[in-house]
T-cell receptor, first 119, second 114 residues
Framework: AQKITQTQPGMFVQEKEAVTLDCTYD???????LFWYKQPSSGEMIFLIY??????QNATEGRYSLNFQKARKSANLVISASQLGDSAMYFC????????????????FGKGTHLIIQP | AAGVIQSPRHLIKEKRETATLKCYPI?????VYWYQQGPGQDPQFLIS???????DKGSIPDRFSAQQFSDYHSELNMSSLELGDSALYFC?????????????FGPGTRLLVL
C-alpha cells in the first residue's frame, strides 16, 4: 500500500488565488513527521513546511500552511495568494519513527502534484 | 546560508562504467541521505549515514555503495552502470539532534548513462 498518496497529478490555479494540495498518509507508527517540498523545473528540492505527529497546532510558514487532520491521516498544504513563481512540482513526504535521536530514517515521498499558476 | 554541495552537477557515463558522486553537507550537519529520482518519478531513498555509520537503507542496488568520511562529506559509488541508472541523484543533510531533523537537499547530480 502507498504510504503517501497525492491524488492530484496536476492543478491549474489563477494567480492570487489560494490553492490546497492534498496529501494522505498511512502509518501505524505513533511518531512521524510530515514534510512538503517544492521542486521547480530547475530540479532542486526546496523544503517548505513540517508537521510533527504530536504537534497540537497546524504548521505555518509565511504563505504556506498545513491543514493537519490526524484522525483522517491527511496533511494538506495550503498556499495563500498564489504567485507565478509557485508553479512547480510539490511533494508530500513522511518520516516514520522517533523524532529526536531516532536515527537517520529516509523519507517516503508521494507521487507529487504539478501546480501551474496562470496569470 | 550555506547549502548542501554536490559534485559533479552533471555526469555522462557509458554502460558498465563506474561513477562517484560527492556530497558536502551543510556545516554542523552530521547526517547525510542519498536519494534517486528517475524521470517523472518521486525521489526514492537509497541510504543514510549518521556520524560516519550507515543508519538506514532503502532501495539501493548492490552495485552501489556509499560512505561518510570524518569531515562528514559522503560519496556514492556506482559500478556496472546500467541505462536505468540515469536519474537525478540528491544528497540531503540534517542535524540529528534537531527536533524536526529536517532534510535539506542539495541541487542534485544529473547522471546520464549511454
Amino acid at each position: 500500500a502507498q504510504k503517501i498518496t497525492q491524488t492530484q497529478p496536476g492543478m491549474f490555479v489563477q494567480e492570487k488565488e489560494a490553492v490546497t494540495l492534498d496529501c494522505t498518509y498511512d502509518t501505524s507508527d505513533p511518531s512521524y513527521g510530515l514534510f512538503w517540498y517544492k521542486q521547480p523545473s530547475s530540479g532542486e528540492m526546496i523544503f517548505l513546511i513540517y508537521q510533527g505527529s504530536y504537534d497540537q497546532q497546524n504548521a505555518t510558514e509565511g504563505r504556506y500552511s498545513l491543514n493537519f487532520q490526524k484522525a483522517r491521516k491527511s496533511a494538506n498544504l495550503v498556499i495563500s495568494a498564489s504567485q507565478l513563481g509557485d508553479s512547480a512540482m510539490y511533494f508530500c513526504a513522511m518520516r516514520e519513527g522517533p523524532l529526536a535521536g531516532g536515527g537517520a530514517d529516509g523519507l517516503t515521498f508521494g507521487k507529487g502534484t504539478h501546480l501551474i499558476i496562470q496569470p | 546560508a550555506a547549502g548542501v554541495i554536490q559534485s559533479p552537477r552533471h555526469l555522462i557515463k557509458e554502460k558498465r562504467e563506474t561513477a562517484t558522486l560527492k556530497c558536502y553537507p551543510i556545516p554542523r550537519h552530521d547526517t547525510v541521505y542519498w536519494y534517486q529520482q528517475g524521470p517523472g518519478q518521486d525521489p526514492q531513498f537509497l541510504i543514510s549515514f549518521y556520524e560516519k555509520m550507515q543508519s538506514d537503507k532503502g532501495s539501493i542496488p548492490d552495485r552501489f555503495s556509499a560512505q561518510q568520511f570524518s569531515d562528514y562529506h559522503s560519496e556514492l559509488n556506482m559500478s556496472s552502470l546500467e541505462l536505468g541508472d540515469s536519474a537525478l541523484y540528491f544528497c540531503a543533510s540534517s542535524f540529528e539532534s534537531a527536533p524536526r531533523k529536517t532534510q535539506y537537499f542539495g541541487p542534485g547530480t544529473r547522471l546520464l548513462v549511454l
